[in-house]
Each structure stands twice: as C-alpha cells, then as structure tokens.
C-alpha cells in the first residue's frame, strides 16, 4: 500500500500550463492524504489490526506493514498462496472452506478466526479476520479487503476464564456435596432427636408411674398369694371354688399389667438387663418347643441356624422375650396358617449401611436373628410407624402395640440395631442385630432357680427399707412367716441408725425412696460400716443408682417389683446362702 502520492510531470508538462492554484489546492490534497496516512497508521497500531487487500482473479494480495509486523514478516511475495501458508495446517481446511463457500453465495462480509505459525516454528497467535468482499456484475468475487486483528490475548483469557469457571463450577459441586452431607447429617440428627424425644416421652411417662405402680402390684400380688395360700384351709366347697377361681382371675390381670409395665420400660431402655455371653443357637432351639405350641397348629415352625455362630453378650430372658414377641406377631400375620422361619448368621454391619440408618449404630460383626413369616406384610405406612408405642394394626383388645416397641427397645438398650422388611402380600423379616462378643466364656450361678420354697426357711437378721407402708409391712409380714428376725425403717437415715445397733445379715432396700438418701447411697454406706453385709435391691423403676447404660452393675442382686413371695423367698435364701 501506498504512504504518498507520487505526481509524476510527464514530458508534455512544458506544454501545458499549471496554475498557482492548481499547485496549492495538489500541495493541500498531499497534506490531508499524509495525514489521512498517518492517522490510518495509528488505528492500526492501537488495534494491533493489519489491513490486507486481496485481488481474487490474479491471487495478488497488499499487506499493510502492521498486518505484516502481526505475522512477523519481513518480506512478502503478494502471493495469495504464500499468505495461506502462514496459517496453521490444521486451521487451513476450515478456512479454505469458508472462503470458498462465501464466494458460492456472494457473502457480503466474512468473519473468521483461525491460527497462524510464526516463521522459523515460533509460537502460535490468535487471528480475527473481517472480510467485505466485492463481485462483478456476473457474481464472481473480484475484490476482498479487510483487517486481521491478533486476539491471542482475548484467547488467553478466554481460556484463563474457561478454567476458572470449570474451577469454580467444580468448587460449587464440592460444596454443593458438601451442603448435602450436612443437610442429610441435620436431617439424621433431627431423625435421631425426635426418635430421642419420642422415647423420653415414654420414659418420663413410663417413669412417673412405674414405681409407685409396681408397689402396688407388689402388694396385690403379695395379697392374691395370701389368700391362695388360706384356700386349702377352707376346705371343699363351692365358696371356696369361686374364690379360688376369682384369685386366679386377678392375678392374670396382675401378669398382663406387669407385662404391660416391662414393655413400657422395655421400649424406653430403662429396664435393668443382666446380659451374658450366650450362643443364640443354644437359645433359639431350647425355646422352640414352646414356640411350636404357642404358634399352633396352622402355622408350621423351621429354624436355620448357622454353624460357627459368634457368641453375644446380651440379656437371655430378654432375648426369649424378644424372639417370643416376633413370633407371636408373625403368627398373628398368619390368618389362615403359613410358615414362620427362625435364622441366625454372622453378619457385618459397614459404614454404607450404618449411614443409611437414622439411628447410631457401630460398624463392625453382629449376630443376626431373623424371624421371617409368610403372612400380609405391611404397607410403607405400617412399615414406618412400626416400632411406635401403641401403635397396632389388630382389633380393639387384640394388641397393646408394645410387642415390637418392646423388641427395639431391648434391641438398641444392648448397642444393637433392628431392621424390618415387608410387603403387602409377601410377608414380613424382622431382623435383630446383636453385637458379637468376644471374650472369655462366662459362667452364671442360678442357684435361687433351682431352689423350692419349702426350703427357704432361715433364722437371718434382715433389715427392710421401704418408703411404702403398705408394701414394708407385705414384704416384713411374709418374712418374719418364714423365720426370719425382721427390722424395719422407711427411710435410708432411719436403716443407717438401725444398723449401727444391730447385726443385720442381709440388707433388703428399694432403690428409689425419699428423704436425700436412696438405696444405693444406703447400701454403700452400710457396706462401708459392715464389710461382708449382703445386700439385696428392689425396685419398680430406676435410672441410675444400680443401672448404667441399661445395666446392672457389676456384683449388684436386685429383685424386681412386683414381686411374689416365692420370688423373694428364693432370692433372698439363695443370697444368704452364697
């Protein structure tokens, strides 16, 4: 491209004549067109754009210097196919086509950006071109003229930006997964205080009328064995009948509201438990005898046991209860006869699972009792709600709905995990998880089962401590029958004085009583006065003194309320007798 205009005075010039005018008004045009030049040169620089102009038909191309400083050339033949050439291989097909389809539809204007290679394999630059193309009348392109402009910059930042998206994007995702472990974390932690609150609701309930209303149990209790044991005096007689049958009549009324206390505090993990290691194969084959009655003869009972199973340390009598209440509610599912299957397995709980679970549960071996029956299933409804207090889907007077409460209640007290799968019409698994107990075999002396109460007779000093009128003088009045030298006192401060004036064999103290001092207390500071003191615990609720984490402490003998004079005759020999 031109930087001046070149005025040429031909030879001919002498023959004609120029004016003054004439050569200012030339000498302006030369001093705009310079300007014009240099203004052109400046746009250029500021918008590191080249101008090109490209002759189709002769494939002569102009290249003004900055276009040429873009492509770091030093020389240029004009050639169309030489400028092709600083174009990137890979970009060249592209371009090509794009060129020649604007010419096949007569594009006005042409936009494109491609790569171009530095000479001597130096680095590769980002070009912008914008084309307006000329045609002839016949619509062939005869004229191109347009401008480069280097954008490797722009790219960069493109690029730059690209990957701080995708970094930020994936920032976004990670804390996105993050909030949603929160949110499922919060959403377990509700789960688990509400199921929380739900049983200490039931506890607090459970625990303000457990005690006093086991005393009174006791005492009815106490009272029906009396008049059993005065029937046989009586003698043959209808009288005596009806009053025999009357006795027997209270006291299954006494059995179903002890049962109903027991599941209540079963089901609020308050109930002292004393667990062992037991092999539950042992466990589940000495109760299927009574299983096999107590289902009937419509409903056909098998046992899958597996060999090698893990020893647990868990209650036994809790566990037969536990076993005995699924069975009952599969027979139950079982309207008209089926199949109820009893199986244990090793099993291993990992953190998939135990994260899926609402509840907090260890990772780690477990022993797996499952009770599975043929019956009606559950819906998704009954499914959810079926561990809830109360809740039951039997006739009015058919179910208290605390079997299965009662079951998870005993289930989660021993750190284990209960699991229910049903469906409608296929039948339902319930499936207990104890933890598997490693240690030494343990031994336990049940002397005071093997033992009669003809045989419980004893001439001990037994000191009475209870707060409850009532029961002290039932519970005195049925010792002092059997022999025994009883004291009396129904508060801890009053038994400490008695026992500083008096040598007592054996302590006999609720736990839960009045006046800042409870049995416990008593009975530690007893001990600490009279090493050697047997002492002997009653109590119809409690949540601490001798029970921690659901368990009785170590060496402690309680007798639970209520309680019948055969129970406390055999419980209280067999301890005078150790």
Sequence with gaps: MRHSLDIVVKSNRAAKQVSGKEITELQDALSRLRETEELLGL????????????????????LSPKFMSIYQLTEFDGRYDTWLKCIFREDVPRIVDMIDSAFATQQRELHA????????????????????????????????????VDITGRKRAIVQLRAFTETLEEAVKERTRELEIQNEARIKAEELLRQAQKMEAVGQLTGG????????????????DAIGRQ?????????????????????????????????????????????????????VSGICEFLRRTLGESVSLETVLAGGLWRTNV??????????????????ALPHGGKVTIETANCYLDDTYVSSIPEPVEVGQYVLIAVTDTGVGMDQL?????FDPFFTTKEVGKGTGLGLSQVYGFVRQSAGHVKVYSELGEGTTVKIYLPRYIGAEEHTDHIERTRDGAGAIGTETILVVEDDNALRSYTVDTLCELGYRVL???????????LDSNKIDLLFTDVVMPGGVNGRQLADEAVRRHPGLKVLFTTGYTRNAIVH????????????????????????RALLDL
Excluded: C
């Design 382 to 386: 009954t499914l959810e709600r079926a």
């Design 209 to 224: 009328v457990a005690h006093d209303f086991n005393n009174l149990l006791t005492i009815v209790m106490g009272g029906l």
């Design 549 to 572: 984490h659901g368990r009785l402490d170590p060496s402690v003998q309680m007798l639970g309320k209520p309680f019948s004079i055969d129970e406390l005759t055999r419980k209280v």
């Design 315 to 332: 209650d036994p009598h809790q566990l037969e209860n536990a076993v005995l209440n699924l069975a009952v509610n599969a027979r139950d």
């Design 43 to 62: 746009a250029q620089e500021a918008g590191r754009a080249g101008i090109f102009e490209w002759q189709v038909q002769t494939d002569v191309m102009r």
């Design 113 to 148: 950006e491609f790569r171009i290679l530095s000479p001597g394999g130096g680095k590769l630059k980002w070009i912008e071109a914008r084309t307006i193309i000329f045609y002839d009348e016949g619509g062939r392109a005869m004229r191109a003229v347009g401008v480069n």
């Design 231 to 283: 029937i046989p005096e009586l003698g043959a007689s209808p009288a005596a009948e009806r009053i025999a049958r009357a006795r027997d009549m209270a006291l299954q009324g006494v059995q179903r509201a002890v049962t109903l206390t027991d599941r209540l505090l079963a089901f609020s993990r308050q109930q002292p438990l004393a667990p062992r290691a037991i092999d539950a194969n042992k466990l």
């Design 488 to 498: 009396e006192a129904p508060t801890g401060a009053a038994a400490l004085q008695i």
